[in-house]
C-alpha cells in the first residue's frame, strides 16, 4: 500500500535556529501534501496544503514566512520552521494524496519539535 | 463548512466490552469518510474508510456504516482488546478538498 515516510522522527534544535522536515511518498505520486501541527491531547491543525510545482496555501493564522513548505517534486515536500522559538514546539504530521482523492490520505509517522 | 463532530472523550471500557464511537458529519456534497487510528508518538494510521452511502467499512473488528440519512459514522467493536488503546479520529474528504478531522477520541482498554 501508500507509504509516507517523514523524517526526523524527533528533533531538538535551540531557539533562532531553522528546523527543516521531510515528507516523502515512497511508492505513489503524491500530486498534494498536507501538513498539520497536533498540540498535546488535541485534533490536528491543517497548516497549508503543497502542490507540486506551485506556491502553498496556508489556512489562517499560519504564518507563511516562518513555515516555510516547497513541493518541488511529486514525492517530496518540505516543512522548513524557521527561526524556531519554543512556541513552535508541536508534533508536526505530512500527509500525501494520490490522484483518488476518495481513498483517504497517507500519513508520515510525525516529527516532535523542540525548541530549546 | 465541512465539519466533522465527534463524541468526546475520553473513553474508558474494560476488555472485552462494546466500543462506540459517535461521529456525524456535515458537508456540501458527498463527502468520503474514513476513521484514523493514532497510537501514542506515532502518526495516523487508517482504520477503515466508506466512499458511499451505506458502505459499511471494516477492518480489525472495527466497523463503520455510513448513514446519509443521519450523517453519521459511528465507529463500532464487539469486543475491545488492551491493545485497542488509542486516539481515534473520523475524518472526511471532498473532492479538491483537503480533509477534516474531529476532536479526537481517546479510547483506553482496562485488562
Known amino acids: 500500500g501508500a507509504v509516507v515516510s517523514q523524517h526526523p522522527s524527533r528533533v531538538i534544535c535551540k531557539s533562532g535556529t531553522s528546523v527543516k522536515i521531510e515528507c516523502r511518498s515512497l511508492?505513489?505520486?503524491?500530486?498534494?501534501m498536507f501538513w498539520y501541527r497536533q498540540f498535546p491531547k488535541k485534533s490536528l491543525m491543517l497548516m497549508a496544503t503543497?502542490?507540486?510545482?506551485?506556491?502553498?496555501?496556508?489556512e489562517q493564522g499560519v504564518e507563511k514566512d516562518k513555515f516555510l513548505i516547497n513541493h518541488a517534486s511529486l514525492t517530496l515536500s518540505t516543512l522548513t520552521v524557521t527561526s524556531a522559538h519554543p512556541e513552535d514546539s508541536s508534533f508536526y504530521i505530512c500527509?500525501?494524496?494520490?490522484?483518488?482523492?476518495?481513498?483517504?490520505?497517507?500519513f508520515g509517522s510525525g516529527t516532535r519539535l523542540t525548541v530549546v | 463548512g465541512n465539519s466533522v463532530t465527534q463524541m468526546e472523550g475520553p473513553v474508558t471500557l474494560s476488555e472485552e466490552a462494546f466500543l462506540t464511537i459517535n461521529c456525524t458529519y456535515t458537508?456540501?456534497?458527498?463527502?468520503?469518510l474514513f476513521w484514523y487510528v493514532q497510537y501514542p508518538g506515532e502518526g495516523l494510521q487508517l482504520l477503515l474508510k466508506a466512499t458511499k452511502a451505506d458502505d459499511k467499512g471494516s477492518n480489525k473488528g472495527f466497523e463503520a456504516t455510513y448513514r446519509k440519512e443521519t450523517t453519521s459514522f459511528h465507529l463500532e467493536k464487539g469486543s475491545v482488546q488492551v491493545s485497542d488503546s488509542a486516539v481515534y479520529f473520523c475524518?472526511?474528504?471532498?473532492?479538491?478538498?483537503?480533509?477534516?478531522f474531529g476532536a479526537g477520541t481517546r479510547l483506553t482498554v482496562k485488562p
Open positions: 475524518a472526511l474528504t471532498l473532492k479538491n478538498n483537503d480533509m477534516r
Open positions: 511508492d505513489f505520486q503524491a500530486t498534494t
Open positions: 503543497s502542490n507540486e510545482g506551485s506556491k502553498a496555501t496556508y
Open positions: 458537508a456540501t456534497g458527498y463527502p468520503s
Open positions: 500527509s500525501a494524496r494520490g490522484s483518488a482523492w476518495n481513498y483517504g490520505y497517507t
